[in-house]
């Protein structure tokens, strides 16, 4: 029994040994290729990414943007200037998120304006080695978290990248924006308010809004108060603390860093709906501020010393 077992094995060896031998002749050529290609294939992605020089610096400012030319070069301009100015050895260029607005002005001003890939790409074409990305953001949010996805992609591409706070992003930036908000808007007090709309988001961080609004009244600053146009505090809550107060007189302001399309429509026009009509419907005198955080000059510095702080490596 034991030598047929042997004998059948030994011919089902045979067998495989020569039809492996029949196909080799058949397939080399394939095996061999796709042999050859996984490897390069696997060595390729082994190479590590040429990067940029590093002592070639470069500060990418990023914001929404804005269709607006006048507000644009008031607040993101000056902005991306004041970041020039304080970071002489950094190369300081611009980026939009909106593709929406980016291709607007393409069309109607022959202006262009990378998006954020397009901005990346070219820091690397021009063999940038150090880059910080220093968004022009208000908060936390989703237009930041794909900011810093979309940005991060390429982070192998540079010996270093990293990444600026957004406006409010500790409980010093809330103060010193309450005070910023304080100086470049005043209020007579007694029964006057001043009332900043912010834009507002689904994201989490909209919390910003009513942290803000704290910080004013912790502040002694009472007669502010922060709403949104998409979130919570919404006008209707705003209201509420205006007509409590006693106030006669409400005065409208952008909590947004260019006066734009929401502060041009949402907040200052006649039509219906609008805060200013809504609160003169209500009886008050309103009068209108039309100027984005990006005019204020400690709005300027906050982003300036974000960008420092990045610099010095107090990434987030």
């Avoid at 709403?227 to 919404?234: D, L, N, Q």
Wanted: charged residues 25%.
């Amino acid at each position: 029994m034991k030598k047929i077992t042997a004998l059948i094995l030994s011919v089902l060896l045979c067998a495989g040994v020569f039809t492996g031998c029949g196909e080799k002749g058949l397939s080399e050529t394939p095996d061999s290729f796709s042999s050859i290609s996984s490897g390069e294939s696997q060595k390729e992605s082994e190479t590590p990414v040429k990067k940029g020089d590093p002592g070639k610096k470069a500060i990418l400012v990023v914001s929404f943007g804005t269709s607006y030319n006048d507000t644009r070069e008031a607040t993101i301009g000056a902005i991306e200037k004041e970041i020039a100015d304080a970071f002489p050895d950094y190369e300081v260029r611009r980026a939009f998120t909106s593709q929406t607005i980016i291709d607007k002005l393409k069309d109607r001003d022959g202006l262009e304006i990378d998006n954020v890939t397009q901005a990346v790409e070219r820091l690397i074409a021009d063999g940038f080695g150090t880059v910080i990305c220093q968004p022009t953001h208000v908060m936390h949010g989703l237009e930041y978290d794909d900011m810093m996805a979309e940005v991060g992609a390429y982070a192998d591409s540079f010996e270093m990248l990293r990444f600026g706070e957004p406006l409010l992003s500790s409980a010093e930036d809330y103060k010193e924006m309450a005070e910023a908000l304080v100086a470049n808007i005043p209020s007579s007090g007694g029964d006057e308010a001043v009332v900043v709309m912010g834009h507002g988001t689904e994201h989490f961080a909209n919390a910003t809004y009513a942290a803000l609004d704290y910080t004013l009244k912790d502040l002694g600053h009472s007669r502010y108060f922060v709403g949104t146009v998409e979130a919570y505090p919404r006008l209707d809550s705003v209201v509420k603390g205006v007509e409590a107060m006693g106030a006669k007189k409400v005065i409208l302001a952008p909590l947004m860093i260019v006066a734009g399309d929401h502060a041009t429509k949402d907040m200052a026009s006649d039509e219906e709906g609008s805060w200013k009509m809504e609160f003169k419907k209500r009886g008050y005198e309103v009068d209108i501020v039309m100027k984005g955080l990006g005019e204020y000059p400690q709005v300027r510095a906050l982003y300036v010393s974000h960008v420092r702080a990045a610099i010095d490596g107090e990434e987030k």
